[in-house]
């Protein structure tokens, strides 16, 4: 298993401005994920962090709102750009290794005001 | 990648199996099926996978039809820390649906 931290639990931000959330994972995996969760919504693949090189973003994200960076095997960072009230969700970093379960952090709480 | 089916909602009495279906007809042979679950305000969960066999570990049994279009999550003995959204997720995990509320009432 692996247990995953994330930084900051939550955060109240003003209207464009920018946060960058960290994630930290105990063990090494090879693969970190960025999520987020809308209000009373499931949760949304943002984007695959790749090591070393650029993350694998999903359809409707893209890396100028959301840039990420993943220096080694367990660390990642996911900035929230030039914020509106519409981000206001929370932001959960998921790790694992290919074909094995993905292990959780407990999320970042974001409000924009 | 499979596209599943939940019930929004379900209620379990305390101490009664629960029974979590999912509809994932359009699963390929390859394709594991994943079940997570997230207690409010926590992240996600992992419970439980299988391929077309009965799987069983501490926490809960996944069923699978032998045609490998729906399964079924049981909780043997639920408990009021069993309220939670449980997600059936196909291959790659990374996709969630909306997932089934379920609440243990006392």
């Known amino acids: 298993s692996a247990v995953i931290s994330q930084k900051p639990s939550r955060d109240i931000c003003q209207r464009g401005t920018s946060l960058t959330i960290q994630c930290q994972v105990d063990?090494?995996?090879?693969?970190m994920f960025w999520y987020r969760q809308q209000p009373g919504q499931s949760l949304t693949l943002i984007a695959t962090?790749?090591?070393?090189?650029?993350?694998?973003?999903e359809s409707g994200f893209v890396i100028d709102k959301f840039p990420i960076s993943r220096p080694n095997l367990t660390f990642s960072t996911l900035t929230v750009s030039n914020m509106s009230p519409e981000d206001s969700s929370i932001y959960l970093c998921?790790?694992?290794?290919?074909?094995?379960?993905?292990?959780f952090g407990p999320g970042t709480r974001l409000t924009v005001l | 990648d499979a596209k599943t089916t939940q019930p929004t909602s379900m209620d379990c009495a305390e101490g009664r199996a629960a029974n979590l279906p999912c509809n994932h007809s359009?699963?390929?042979?390859?394709?594991?099926v994943y079940w997570y679950r997230q207690i409010h305000s926590q992240g996600p969960q992992y419970i439980i996978h299988?391929?077309?066999n009965n799987e069983t570990n501490e926490m809960a049994s996944l069923i699978i039809t032998e045609d490998r279009k729906s399964s079924t999550l049981i909780l043997p003995h639920a408990t009021l820390r069993d309220t939670a959204v449980y997600y059936c997720?196909?291959?790659?995990?990374?996709?969630f649906g909306t997932g089934t509320s379920l609440t243990v009432i006392p």
């Open positions: 359009t699963i390929s042979g390859n394709e594991y």
């Open positions: 299988g391929l077309k």
């Open positions: 998921s790790a694992g290794r290919q074909g094995y379960e993905q292990f």
């Open positions: 962090a790749n090591q070393g090189s650029e993350a694998t973003y």
């Open positions: 063990s090494q995996v090879t693969m």
């Open positions: 997720i196909a291959l790659n995990q990374f996709y």
